[in-house]
């Protein structure tokens, strides 16, 4: 059974008359971590969003964990996929930083949520900062607590938008440390990032998109390999030189 | 997801036009619709507002933003036609024959005619601004106020509210999406679980508002920005010989609709 299987994904948003996604076929392992990479308006959002159900595909299948999405509730849903938004901004509104990580589980209905909350606080250094509000904190601890209210709820299946966008070098190591445990631990995750440095610690396969194609497939190895796919990509330049000094 | 009344890119002879011309002709299509009770020229209005939006390449993405109001219309169909009588617009009433009595309810034929002639006017209200900022960039609007003599102050503030709008859309479909995977679901249980419902969404999208609103602010501070100065663009469109034509179209509407509005008909007609 895999995790997520996508079989022969079209999607175009409503208004556009340009598809956004051509021919998706993948699948994902229960366990392995992948990185879905790709320029800017590749279409990784909108592929992630398709995995979340938040968007239905206009032709095409989407199964999780055996069964289709189609069948799913919105709350199983939201059980079953953990989504990190790009901009951490977007979803907090609680007056202290427990009760935004606590809204989760007590939406999905959870139970022991104190413990849970705790526990996840203290993985991401929020213990001392439980009752704050949590709209007075830095970005990098906005962020944090926008990963930690999504990881809460613990999802079977795991998908980062750019949690590192715009951290500084500690709170990406952080949050970097976190997502390779992630890892370790052998949650499903789908990671968007253009950090090639976290992709390259976090993930063991890649899926790489360009212009809602899928360019790349496969093991990470093979990926950091291949040079003219990261140039194509623009991971790497080759006829850039940075002079300093 | 088509936002109501946003830009929408063409080549077409409606895009081309100057902002001013398309400004004065929407003006006085919108007055038009306000002055004549004519149910049947309301109608066309509505008709020709659609036919306008094909030759401008954008007839789909203008009756689907339009679709966006549809249950608004309807409603106020329906209010109209059961409390008529309340509304402070109303001269006497005619000779009115009653069609059917629901317990406090009385349809009758006045109500009728509004129930249709209200929902039309609403309708004419909101597409043609619609099909205005469909065919125009806000800045050109902008632009547009200035040469036509409004303070430069009160024309940017105007651009600025209606891009701030759209903004504000993208940003609350954003919220929603991330409140949602996390398990909300707005439309469950009594009225007041509902009201409650919203506050995850209504929060975050006060907060991001003012965030934007202090971006712009900043923004133009940095810039510089001086109300009294209008050094800005003016790369001219220039007045052609359609805006004119436009411009006379216009005049004539304006005319045609007042002198029907004071029971004066045209000679010609
Ligand atoms: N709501 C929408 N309506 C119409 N088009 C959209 C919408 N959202 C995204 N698009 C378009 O779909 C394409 C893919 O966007 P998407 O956000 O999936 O890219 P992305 O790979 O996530 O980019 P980024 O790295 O910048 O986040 C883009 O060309 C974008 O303009
Ligand atoms: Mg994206």
Redesign the pocket.
């Known amino acids: 059974m895999y995790a997520v299987y996508i079989n022969d994904v079209w999607f175009r948003?409503e208004?556009?008359i340009e598809w956004?996604l051509y021919d998706i076929d993948m699948n994902l392992k229960l366990g392995t971590s992948v990185g879905l990479v790709?320029p800017?308006?590749?279409?990784?959002?909108?592929l992630a969003k398709i995995i979340k159900g938040l968007l239905k595909p206009t032709r095409g299948e989407v199964y999780i964990l055996g069964k289709k999405i189609d069948d799913y509730s919105s709350i199983e849903l939201a059980k079953t996929v953990g989504y990190l938004f790009?901009n951490p901004t977007h979803q907090i509104f609680s007056l202290t930083v427990y009760d935004e990580i606590a809204f989760g589980p007590r939406n999905i209905g959870m139970e022991n949520i104190e413990d849970r909350v705790n526990k996840i606080a203290e993985k991401f250094g929020l213990s001392d900062k439980l009752s704050l509000s949590p709209f007075n904190l830095s970005t990098g601890e906005k962020e944090r607590i926008a990963i930690a209210s999504v990881l809460v709820m613990e999802p079977e299946i795991l998908i980062l938008d750019?949690p590192t966008l715009g951290q500084d070098y500690k709170n990406y190591n952080i949050i970097k440390q976190v997502i390779y445990e992630l890892k370790k631990e052998g949650k499903t995750t789908v990671l968007i990032s253009?950090e090639i440095d976290l992709i390259n610690s976090c993930v063991d396969e890649i899926i790489a998109?360009k212009n809602g194609k899928i360019m790349f497939l496969g093991n990470k190895r093979d990926f950091l390999k291949n040079e003219d796919i990261l140039e194509e990509l623009s991971f790497l330049d080759k006829n850039f030189n940075l002079v300093l000094g | 997801?088509v936002r109501l009344g946003q830009y929408v890119e063409r080549d077409s002879w409606m895009h081309r036009l100057d902002g001013r011309s398309k400004l004065i002709f929407s003006f006085s299509l919108m007055i038009c619709g306000l002055l004549i009770e004519n149910i049947v020229i309301l109608t066309s209005i509505i008709l020709f507002t659609i036919l306008l939006s094909f030759s401008a390449k954008i007839g789909r993405e203008f009756l689907k933003s339009l679709k966006g109001i549809f249950y608004l219309v309807l409603f106020a169909g329906l209010i109209w036609l059961l409390f008529y009588r309340t509304s402070l617009f109303l001269g006497k009433s005619e000779n009115v024959t009653v069609i059917a009595r629901y317990g406090p309810f009385t349809i009758d034929s006045l109500g009728l005619i509004y129930a249709i002639r209200m929902p039309l006017r609403i309708l004419i209200a909101i597409s043609i601004p619609t099909l205005y900022f469909m065919t125009t960039t806000i800045r050109e609007f902008i632009i547009s106020l200035v040469k036509l003599k409004i303070p430069y102050v009160i024309a940017f503030t105007f651009g600025l509210a209606a891009q701030l709008i759209f903004s504000l859309g993208d940003e609350f479909e954003k919220i929603k999406e991330a409140q949602t995977a996390r398990g909300l679901s707005i439309d469950e249980g009594s009225l007041v679980k509902r009201v409650k419902n919203h506050i995850p969404i209504i929060v975050p999208f006060t907060v991001r508002s003012l965030d934007l609103v202090e971006q712009i602010n900043i923004a133009l501070n940095l810039k510089h920005f001086n109300p009294k100065k209008k050094s800005l663009f003016y790369k001219e469109k220039s007045f052609g010989i359609n805006d004119w034509i436009v411009v006379v179209i216009s005049l004539f509407t304006l005319f045609f609709s007042i002198s029907l509005s004071l029971g004066i008909y045209p000679r010609f007609f």
């Open positions: 948003y208004d556009n956004t790709g800017t308006g590749s279409g990784k959002t909108t790009q750019e253009h998109l | 997801m």
